[in-house]
């Protein structure tokens, strides 16, 4: 009898990060956001559409994207085509891109992909805490991952008191 094992691991084909964590006001308007998707498939890329979808956690789209061209004024694509919308809410989008390619027809390993949210198209949410994109990769070759792309702070403070709070009463020198 022979026994064999069936590799059964899928290789992730990008390792997604974003370029700066800033910090930003409750249900304001947010700085631009640029998420990098680098190229780790050794075959590099080809120039077929792929399909993916970006969800906005603690966020929302100050005004959400309607059609493909207006998904290309306020989300710019560097080393790839923003190639159609699918469906926007206002906490997501979903849309297809091709890869650029150069003269050997490959996007090469290494590269990297970048969309880059234009500057006040995403309003942060009222919770303190992180804003995350979730990058779904749905049809296509980006792996599925939960980013953090701004934290949300207040200005308050809290100040918690533990024990008995002792109160005294006036002195005189008299």
């Known amino acids: 009898m022979v026994v064999t094992l069936a590799p059964t691991m899928a290789f992730a084909t990008t390792t997604n990060t974003v370029s700066s964590v800033p910090t930003v006001a409750s249900s304001e308007k947010m700085p631009a956001v640029t998420l990098d998707l680098e190229v780790k498939d050794p075959t590099g890329w080809d120039a077929t559409e792929q399909t993916i979808k970006f969800n906005l956690k603690n966020a929302e789209w100050d005004s959400k994207p309607s059609t493909t061209d207006v998904l290309k004024n306020i989300m710019t694509a560097e080393n790839a085509e923003i190639t159609g919308l699918i469906s926007a809410s206002d906490n997501s989008v979903e849309f297809t891109f091709k890869p650029t390619v150069g003269d050997d027809k490959k996007l090469a390993k290494g590269k990297v992909i970048s969309f880059a949210i234009k500057k006040d198209a995403l309003k942060s949410g009222s919770e303190n805490g992180p804003v995350e ?42």
Request: aromatic share 2%.
């Open 133 to 174: 994109i979730s990058i779904d990769g749905l049809d296509s070759k980006v792996t599925s991952s939960t980013l953090t792309v701004a934290n949300v702070a207040s200005s308050s403070t809290v100040a918690t008191v533990n024990g008995s709070v002792k109160s005294y009463g006036r002195v005189s020198n008299q």
